[in-house]
């Protein structure tokens, strides 16, 4: 069975930069597309960005665009997502997960119930 975890959240002041890493566990999960979302206080969890099953695809919400870049090295299992110019809106918990399906294709897809499995996530929190 896989599980996710997350890792390398923390507080940082606005303009900061952060980098989040997500491990893959008891199987192996080369073949499906990722994806990192975040849920802010009192908001509605949303997607951050996606990549397909070899990172030839990727996604991102129209919020963290140009700030932030989702990247995965499929010989450690890990997928990571690199953090720049973050804002106080960027705060939040960040989870990792992995589609379960349309294995081996390029599409990305940005719904919470296109994925079937979670990570506990991690909490950011940028300070104004």
């Known amino acids: 069975q896989a599980q996710l975890e997350e890792s390398g959240g923390g507080s940082v002041q606005a303009g900061g930069s952060l980098r989040l890493s997500c491990a893959i566990t008891g199987r192996n999960l080369n073949s499906y597309g990722m994806g990192w979302f975040r849920q802010g206080p009192g908001k509605e969890r949303e997607f951050v960005a996606g990549i397909s099953y070899n990172g030839g695809n990727t996604e991102y919400g129209d919020s963290v665009k140009g700030r932030f870049t989702i990247s995965r090295d499929n010989s450690r299992s890990t997928v990571a997502l690199q953090m720049e110019s973050l804002k106080p809106e960027d705060t939040g918990v960040y989870y990792c997960?992995?589609?379960?399906?349309?294995?081996?294709?390029?599409?990305?897809?940005?719904?919470?119930?296109?994925?079937?499995?979670w990570g506990p996530g991690t909490q950011v929190t940028v300070s104004s």
């Open positions: 997960a992995s589609t379960g399906r349309n294995r081996w294709r390029q599409l990305i897809v940005t719904g919470t119930d296109d994925y079937t499995l």
